[in-house]
């Protein structure tokens, strides 16, 4: 089913780009990298760095493929790909995103939350991989400049009534916060992307009313003690970030 794939990998800069060749090389695929600096590496090509979303739209519409598009960050160590493309087909899916794998810092804790949501309801996807079918995503480019790429890719598969899976016999290692006030910084933006997802989509009632109670649940996050207060902090000023911004919820009928 390899034959079938395309990797379109997204870097900021330079770093990593060696690596993640050779590993994408390994794994005997067709790949192109949209990177945010200007490099003389195999299948790269330069965009000014904007955001993920723009790199995607960026990257999709310089490529000719009827395959299954694999967004993958360049900061990542991919570990039983098989595994996603077996789920892929076995579940007749058109999204997959995969589990990530942090080693340090706070997030390996806040995962295993996330991760067991993630098992019964999709609140939000992991960008690091995501295999997507082509019919999908020609119907959603160009993404809308949205922090939360990958969650707004989740949210509009849902809303266009695609099946999306969570993978978690494949996953991607990467690096993270190292702090919890870097972590609290991190929930913030991470937040108010996904609110600026769902203010663009429509996805099931379910996923809405969650994120309409979670600034109410949050507070839950004390029991885990110091993390999970700057946890909490993260995730309330995310809300309020998106909610003071330009776009309201109201205005954009989230709810």
């Known amino acids: 089913m390899k034959q079938n794939i395309f990797f379109l990998v997204l870097a900021r800069d330079r770093i990593g ?3 993640k060749i050779r590993e994408l090389n390994e794994l005997e695929v067709p790949f192109l990298i949209v990177c945010g600096e200007k490099v003389d590496t195999q299948n790269t090509v330069y965009r000014k760095p904007i955001g993920k979303y723009d790199a995607i739209n960026f990257g999709f519409e310089s490529i000719d493929t009827d395959k ?6 360049v900061d990542t160590s991919i570990h ?6 077996e789920l892929l087909e076995k579940e007749d899916a058109d999204v997959v ?4 794998l942090v080693k340090e810092g706070p997030q390996p804790f806040f995962y295993r939350f996330l991760d067991n949501i993630r098992r019964i309801l999709p609140v939000a996807a992991s960008g690091e991989l995501m ?10 480019i160009p993404l809308k400049p949205c922090k939360a790429e990958d969650t707004y890719i989740l949210f509009k598969s849902l809303e266009l009534g695609y099946k999306t899976v969570f993978c978690e016999t494949c996953w991607v290692e990467t690096e993270r916060t190292k702090t919890l006030i870097g972590e609290s910084n991190y929930k913030k933006r991470t937040v108010s992307g996904i609110y600026q997802a769902l203010s663009y989509t429509n996805p ?18 004390l ?10 902090k993260g995730i309330i000023n995310g809300v309020a970030n998106f909610s003071s911004g330009v776009i ?3 205005q954009e009928g989230i709810f």
């Open 97 to 100: 995103f995969c589990k990530v």
């Open 223 to 232: 029991l885990s003690g110091e993390k999970g207060f700057y946890w909490m």
């Open 248 to 250: 309201s919820k109201r």
């Open 131 to 140: 295999l997507i079918k082509p019919t999908l995503l020609k119907r959603m």
């Open 68 to 73: 299954i598009i694999c967004l993958n960050d």
């Open 17 to 19: 780009l060696n690596r």
């Open 204 to 221: 099931p009632f379910f996923i809405r009313f969650f994120y309409l109670l979670l600034p109410f649940l949050t507070p839950l996050l």
């Open 80 to 85: 039983g790909f098989d595994e996603a493309l």
